[in-house]
């Protein structure tokens, strides 16, 4: 599972990487020792996830630990159940038990507070966007699943019935074979959709641990960032540019979202810091400069609550008044229109903390996996940035663009392009950093949306509708680049039903459990 996931080669691995386990299962069924089987599992899980995310020690070294250790620990439940449900109702229940209890375990680690689903299986073929064509209708969960039939069919092969191995050689076979060949076959004839639009990203690297934030060594003044990203914008920005993107925390000394939204010249500064006020002027003089274009940049904001019984739940308190601090994705439209996006799927520890009741002994442990820190607020739905001229464009913020089913909602309320703000600069020259520009590859599959990214450090890049990345930028290095990327109008069935088939697991997963019981009962 380690030397098979991006940003290495070996993925064809997936489909045999689970066999030794299984065995480990079918040998162990019936010794009693139910510990020996669950350490076992336990240390395999945890030297995937050592392999695969080791990465997030440049954030903290004791998180890290935390969160590999607890992540290989859920992995475990799927193999438990597995062992449990052999037992009660046989082999064919277990194993198929197997696929849906753990195509459940993804499902629900895409969607519970403790959320991390880097390692979804479907992930690992983010290398092979000719193998994957077909997520455009299944998304990463059908992955999930070739990956699980696959190897189930390869360990029947060793260790199954031997007057059944003709009919599941075959079945293997044709598993491996018509996904790759139907891939290829759509690769080959899937033609761009959607008008031609210019769009420009910028990569400023600033670096996060001394230049970027207002407490490091060598920190660079928001005014002098702002400088930065105009000029760099400048140098690719033409009369026929729509869409220009600033990373992820571009800006970060917090405004209030009434001062950021005003397009009164006069308003009343009303940021934190006062200094940083002329970086928001600085920015909109830059786009009254070039009216035909939008800029999204990412920015720190807040909110303050006149009454408590105005507050969210994510509010925090200062004593006098309630507020909301937003990791944000900032809009100045091409029809002078101001808009703002609030982050909303949040990383767990450095922006929001789990079950705090529970969990809240960790928040100084957790892993910062870079942006803004802290209990963050978020909003329910996904707003989508429309230019004058009817295209819009969906904000995602870094962490975001891992989650199929969240970005589909963007699609659906009218993305015709997908932009990625992000700052991944916090894990240095990693496997990290690639592994979230790959995963777009994926997103932009789903939904067939173009993928314009812009990292402040990290990798840059344009991502066609077919999963092509291309101008991408190299790690480290300021630059700035231009592409001619297509805006789709039409839904993919997967962009219609988002993750389906891991809803779908989850009570079908319950279902085999149950019967699995049922049988049991029956045959006493």
């Known amino acids: 599972m380690w030397i098979a996931w991006p940003v290495g080669l070996g993925a064809p691995l997936l489909f045999i990487a689970w066999i030794p386990l299984l065995w480990i299962e079918h040998q162990t069924r019936n010794d009693g020792r139910s510990w020996r089987f669950f350490l076992l599992i336990f240390w395999s899980c945890l030297i995937w996830n050592l392999g695969t995310t080791w990465w997030m020690y440049y954030s903290t070294a004791v998180g890290s630990v935390v969160a590999i250790a607890a992540n290989a620990m859920l992995m475990t439940i799927p193999w438990v159940l597995l062992r449990k449900t052999s037992r009660l109702g046989g082999s064919y229940w277990g194993y198929l038990g197997w696929v849906l209890y753990w195509c459940a375990f993804e499902h629900i680690h895409l969607t519970w507070e403790i959320s991390w689903p880097w390692l979804t299986l479907g992930n690992g073929f983010a290398m092979f966007p000719q193998w994957i064509q077909w997520y455009e209708y299944t998304g990463v969960f059908g992955g999930t699943l070739w990956i699980l039939l696959i190897n189930l069919g390869m360990f029947s092969l060793v260790w199954g019935q031997a007057k059944k191995f003709k009919s599941i050689l075959i079945l293997t076979i044709l598993g491996l074979a018509l996904p790759i060949g139907f891939s290829y076959l759509m690769y080959a004839n899937y033609e761009e959709q959607g008008d031609i639009l210019e769009v420009v990203a910028v990569q ?210 009218g993305a015709h392009i997908i932009g990625i703000i992000t700052n991944d600069g916090w894990w240095k020259d990693s496997p990290g950093h690639k592994q979230h520009l790959h995963y777009a590859v994926i997103r932009a599959i789903e939904n067939r949306r173009a993928v314009a990214r812009s990292a402040n450090t990290g990798i840059s890049a344009f991502i ?61």
């Not at 231009?482 to 039409?490: D, H, I, M, S, Y």
């Not at 697991?505 to 019967?515: D, E, P, R, Y």
Request: aromatic share 12%; charged share 20%; with cysteine.
């Open 204 to 413: 400023p690297n600033i670096d996060p641990y001394t230049e970027k934030f207002i407490d490091s060594e060598n920190f660079i003044a928001f005014e002098q960032q702002v400088d930065r990203f105009i000029q760099l914008s400048q140098q690719e920005i033409t009369p026929l540019t729509s869409f220009v993107l600033w990373p992820e925390s571009a800006i970060d000394g917090g405004f209030e979202e009434l001062a950021l939204l005003s397009t009164d010249p006069n308003a009343e500064n009303r940021s934190l810091q006062a200094k940083d006020l002329r970086s928001i002027q600085k920015i909109k003089a830059f786009k009254n400069k070039h009216a035909q274009l939008s800029l999204l940049t990412g920015l720190t904001s807040y909110t303050i609550y006149g009454q408590k019984s105005d507050a969210t739940i994510t509010a925090r308190s200062n004593g006098e008044f309630y507020y909301d601090v937003y990791n944000t994705a900032y809009y100045l439209g091409d029809d002078g229109s101001l808009h703002t996006y609030h982050k909303s799927k949040l990383v767990p520890g450095p922006e929001t903390m789990p079950y705090p009741k529970v969990l809240g002994f960790l928040s100084d442990l957790l892993v910062d996996f870079g942006g803004t820190s802290g209990q963050l607020g978020k909003q329910a739905e996904r707003t989508v940035f429309i230019n004058s001229q009817g295209y819009g464009l969906a904000p995602s913020i870094c962490y975001e663009s891992i989650y199929g089913g969240f970005m589909a909602e963007y699609v659906r309320n």
């Open 464 to 524: 066609t509708q077919k999963g092509k990345i291309v101008n991408a930028t190299n790690f480290w290095e300021q630059d700035v680049i231009k592409a001619e990327l297509r805006a789709n109008t039409q839904l993919t069935f997967y962009s219609k039903h988002g993750d389906y088939l891991g809803r779908t697991s989850v009570w079908l997963a319950i279902l085999v459990g149950l019967s699995a019981w049922v049988r049991r009962l029956t045959s006493k």
